[in-house]
C-alpha cells in the first residue's frame, strides 16, 4: 500500500478519504500532473510544475505550494514509494462547498500526490509500433489545461480499445491535433512534424524533450498545422507521452504506415531518447 500525499498529510492509500463535496468530485474542477521518476529522480521536474502552474492559472485556482514546497512534497512521495521508477500522480482541485457551479467564496483546495508504478514500453512494441486509430476531436477549446475532468478523453481512448488499437487521433476541422492521451509527431518527406502548441492540444513535456532531441541530433523537423491527408501520408506516425516516450504508429485505420514497420527516424529517436532519459539518471541534465 502506497503512501500518499493529502492536504498536508502523509498516511496510506487505502487511509486517505475526501469529501463527496469536492469539486474534483462534482464536477471534474481540478487540474493534474504525471511525473516521470527515473532512479528514483524526477524528471523534468520544473516542467512539470510550470505546467502544473498554467493549467492552475487556465482554471482560475490560486497554486496552494510555491515550485520549493512541491519539489519537497514530490521528494518525500518518491523516497517513501517502492521501485526506482514511478509515475507521480498529483492533482489539485478547487476542495468541497455547496454544490453550485460558481466558485465558493472560501475554499481550501484538496492536494492529493499519489505514486504509480511506471512501466516504460515493452521491447516488442517499441520494435513492433502500435495500432492506432483516427476520431473527430470533440472536446473542449481549452484541451492546454491538463484538466482533470477527461471524459471526453476517456471516450475517445475507449474507441481505440474497442478497436483493438492503442490510441485515438484527434482531427479537428481536417487538422490533428493530438492523441486521447498523447502528443502525435509525423515524418513527411523526410522531415519530422508535430501541430504547434495551442489550445487544442496539450503541451506535451515529451514533445519538448523529442524537439529538443531533433535539434541536438541535427534532425529536419518544423511545428506547423498537420492536414489529415499529411497524416495519412506519413512515412512516420509517432506518439509521445511521459508513460509511453516515444512509440511508433504502424498502422492507422488498419493502414500501413510507412512500409507498416518502425521507421528509420523513430529509431534514431528512440535511441536518443533513452540516452536523454540515462542521461539525466546519472544526474546530468543535457543542453
Ligand atoms: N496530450 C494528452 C491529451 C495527454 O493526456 C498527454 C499525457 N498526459 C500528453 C498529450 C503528453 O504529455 P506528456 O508528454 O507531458 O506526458
Known amino acids: 500500500m502506497p503512501t500518499i500525499h493529502l492536504n498536508g498529510q502523509f498516511l496510506p492509500l487505502e487511509e486517505a478519504r475526501i469529501s463527496v463535496m469536492d469539486r474534483g468530485f462534482l464536477f471534474g474542477d481540478g487540474v493534474y500532473e504525471v511525473i516521470p521518476v527515473y532512479s528514483r529522480r524526477p524528471f523534468r521536474l520544473h ?15 490560486t497554486n496552494p505550494h510555491t515550485p520549493r514546497e512541491w519539489e519537497n512534497l514530490v521528494v518525500r512521495i518518491i523516497e517513501q514509494a517502492e521501485g526506482e521508477d514511478q509515475g507521480i500522480y498529483l492533482q489539485v482541485t478547487r476542495g468541497a462547498g455547496p454544490r453550485d457551479h460558481a466558485f465558493p467564496k ?37 484541451c492546454d489545461i491538463k484538466a482533470t475532468s477527461l471524459l471526453p478523453n476517456v471516450l475517445l481512448r475507449q474507441l481505440s480499445v474497442d478497436a483493438g488499437c492503442a490510441e485515438t487521433l484527434l482531427l479537428r476541422e481536417g487538422f490533428l491535433s493530438e492523441g486521447s492521451a498523447s502528443n502525435v509527431f509525423v515524418v513527411a518527406e523526410g522531415v519530422l512534424l508535430a501541430p504547434p502548441k495551442s489550445n487544442l492540444m496539450l503541451p506535451g513535456i515529451t514533445y519538448d524533450v523529442v524537439l529538443e532531441l531533433a535539434r541536438a541530433h541535427g534532425i529536419a523537423h518544423a511545428t506547423r498545422p498537420i492536414h489529415e491527408n499529411e497524416l495519412r501520408a ?54
Request: charged letters at 25%; proline letters at 8%; aromatic letters at 6%.
Open 234 to 287: 506519413a512515412e512516420e506516425v509517432w506518439l509521445t507521452s511521459s508513460t509511453k516516450e516515444v512509440l511508433a504508429v504502424t498502422t492507422l485505420d488498419g493502414q500501413p504506415v510507412g512500409d507498416g514497420r518502425p521507421g528509420p527516424l523513430f529509431r534514431k529517436m528512440h535511441a536518443a531518447y533513452q540516452d536523454y532519459k540515462h542521461t539525466v539518471m546519472r544526474g546530468k541534465e543535457i543542453a
Open 106 to 142: 472560501e475554499v481550501q483546495p484538496t492536494v492529493f500526490i499519489l505514486p504509480l508504478a511506471l512501466i516504460p514500453p515493452a521491447r516488442e512494441l517499441v520494435e513492433s509500433g502500435v495500432a492506432a486509430i483516427t476520431a473527430p476531436d470533440n472536446r473542449w477549446l481549452r
Open 47 to 61: 516542467e512539470h510544475l510550470a505546467r502544473l502552474q498554467a493549467s492552475l492559472d487556465g482554471i482560475r485556482l
